[in-house]
């Protein structure tokens, strides 16, 4: 079995009154694709707040290949590479699709996003490279020939794609994934599952958080259930799928 990449142990967030994830625990293996499921209001979006550095936990750690990474920036833990996209797809609709993904590339250069507006030939060359890895990255999510569009212009599927296209850009090793099938019909969502899949091939580990139980079951190599910000089960498909306590709280919800 190989070595967890990511590992989070006894992780509590407060807010206010409401205990959002509470001691829970748990490990990613490099090269997985890992899904967290749990109701509404589970802690799903709060715990990948957490391990992005979005928010920082009250108590517990996190580490990505055995380094603690607990209570840095979101910047410095996306340089060391941790990427994700949002539940609420979150597109610069007024710029064009191309440059949204070459924002995502920008955590990876030393000109930074500002500077190349200078003529500098090292800024120019950086660009260049920036264009160029940002429309392979938009290659690989099927969005190419949408490149030079705005991207307020295209539908909610094209726009989760975007996002993956930016968490690649800043070439992740772990890539979190916010709900990325919500707003996806049936075929679009079978394209995401195949997206998905070649990200993993590459050896990107991937974490989902995600309502659509068809296609969890689907691509995931290991699921964590939570539900009031505890941990309740992890295991494969087929043991979530057959966990009483599963059933009972989660999956028997959904008939
Ligand atoms: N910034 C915040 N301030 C106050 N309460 C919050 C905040 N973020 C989350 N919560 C609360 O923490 C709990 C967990 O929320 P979270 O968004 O993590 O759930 P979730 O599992 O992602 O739900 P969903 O499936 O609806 O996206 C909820 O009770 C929510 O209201
Ligand atoms: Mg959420």
Do not use: W
Request: aromatic share 4%; charged share 20%; with cysteine.
């Amino acid at each position: 079995m190989p070595d967890a990449i990511l590992k989070a142990a006894d992780i509590t967030k407060e807010f206010g009154g409401i205990t959002a994830l509470k001691d829970l625990s748990f490990a990613v293996q490099e090269g997985a694709i890992h899904a967290i499921i749990g109701p509404n209001g589970a802690g799903k979006t709060t715990l990948i707040n957490v391990l992005s550095g979005f928010l920082p936990p009250d108590t517990g750690t996190i580490s990505l290949n055995n380094q603690v990474i607990t209570g840095q920036k979101s910047h410095d833990i996306a340089k060391l590479g941790i990427g994700r996209t949002f539940q609420n797809a979150e597109i610069f609709g007024n710029m064009s699709v191309l440059e949204n993904v070459m924002v995502g590339r920008h955590t990876r250069t030393s000109a930074g996003l500002f500077s190349s507006a200078l003529t500098l030939p090292r800024a120019r060359r950086e660009e260049k490279q920036i264009r160029d890895h940002a429309l392979s990255c938009l290659e690989t999510v099927g969005l190419l020939d949408l490149a030079a569009v705005a991207a307020a212009s295209i539908p909610i599927g094209n726009q989760r794609l975007l996002e993956v296209a930016r968490a690649l850009a800043s070439e992740p090793r772990v890539l979190l994934l916010d709900e990325p099938a919500a707003g996806l019909n049936t075929q679009e969502t079978r394209m995401l599952a195949e997206l998905i899949r070649s990200i993993q091939q590459r050896g990107i580990t991937v974490i989902i958080v995600e309502h659509d139980m068809e296609l969890v079951m689907d691509i995931s190599d290991d699921i964590l259930v939570i539900n009031f910000g505890e941990k309740i089960a992890v295991g494969s498909p087929a043991e979530i799928q057959a966990n009483p306590e599963v059933i009972a709280v989660y999956l028997g919800e959904e008939g």
